[in-house]
């Protein structure tokens, strides 16, 4: 047998391998675009932190070293904005290390920063006094690009939303709302126009339906729901508000993420135990495991790789 020979039987028998049971092997990852990376909350056994892996699930690394936990990654040329143990805003420079905390005098606590293309962000705020409540705010950024304006309440305060996901364009955003009915508590999913109060629900399922997240083209959202009694990962076009479920698996699978390309999407499952972090295909095909720890708040990214550094 020659070595060429050799080289496509074995790259023959590791795609029958892989392909012949549920879940696609490592070894038979797709090829991704250079520097495609997904951040993620992940914990270490002490505590959680912002880590970064490719999407092959090669150069895990750690990216946020500082006592206490960081979540709710959102990464912006070199910006990184998350949640602190104290579940308030902060953010750091990936570059010197420094960081800050945002919104100090805000009451409240913080939670779901995602960054806006122009550098403002929107972020949610929930109050537990006098009763539970979580609301979509923006802050502009400034003339100089260093500060943000006072944050902004995006919606009627009747409303409880959260999740919020801007559209590419920048225009929009979609978001869950939390609706108390004498049907008991639900969440639909919903989007809205970033200058007034607009809005509209997409979806009607009177179950939890949350995390949406926004296709590279605008047309499509993914999120997940539990509306036939398990969380897994729902696709709708917005123009013919048709949808479908992407998972079919009894384990939890939520979070979900797309890739630059539209082409696949990073979510969290517990298929196989704890909540790790996996990748799927679109248009159908076995998922994989892409990070082995516990790990939530995934986001696909094309930032640079940059390492946090203590200042």
């Known amino acids: 047998m020659t070595p060429q020979t050799a080289q496509r039987f074995l790259v023959i028998l590791a795609a029958v391998l892989c392909l012949g049971g549920e879940y696609l092997c490592l070894g038979a990852a797709q090829a991704y675009a250079e520097g ?10 002490a505590s959680w932190d912002i880590w970064s892996v490719r999407p092959d699930g090669k150069a895990l690394r750690r990216l946020t070293t500082w006592p206490g936990d960081e979540r709710r ?14 579940r308030r ?10 960081r800050r905390s945002l919104l100090a005098t805000e009451p409240g606590y913080h939670d779901q920063p995602v960054w806006l293309a122009d550098g403002s962000f929107l972020y949610v705020q929930y109050l537990v006094l ?12 400034t003339a100089d690009g260093k500060n943000w304006e006072p944050p902004r309440l995006l919606h009627a305060p009747e409303h409880n939303r959260l999740f919020p996901a801007p559209a590419p364009a920048g225009q929009r955003f979609a978001f869950t709302e ?16 970033l200058e007034n109060e607009e809005a509209e629900l997409l979806t009607d399922f009177k179950a939890d339906s949350l995390r949406p997240a926004w296709s590279p083209d605008g047309r499509r959202l993914l999120f997940c729901s539990n509306r036939d009694g398990n969380y897994d990962i729902w696709l ?5 508000r048709a949808y479908r479920r992407l998972t079919d698996h009894p384990a939890y699978d939520c979070d979900p993420t797309w890739s630059p390309d539209g082409g696949r999407f990073a979510f969290i499952s517990s298929r196989q135990g704890g909540r790790r972090l996996w990748i799927k295909p679109i248009d159908g095909g076995p998922a994989r495991l892409v990070a082995d720890m516990p790990a939530m708040d995934p986001v696909w990214t094309t930032e ?8």
């Open 36 to 45: 495609e990376r997904i951040l993620f909350a992940g914990h270490n056994g």
């Open 73 to 86: 990654p959102a990464l912006r040329q070199g910006r990184l904005l998350y949640i602190n143990g104290e």
């Open 89 to 98: 805003l902060e953010l750091m420079d990936l570059t010197s290390g420094q």
């Open 130 to 141: 006098p009763q539970d409540k979580s609301s979509i705010h923006l802050c502009r950024v």
């Open 178 to 193: 939390a609706i108390r009915s004498s049907a008991g508590l639900y969440e639909e999913i919903g989007i809205a126009r």
């Open 236 to 240: 709708l076009d917005l123009a013919s």
């Open 304 to 311: 640079p790789e940059q390492e946090a550094r203590r200042p």
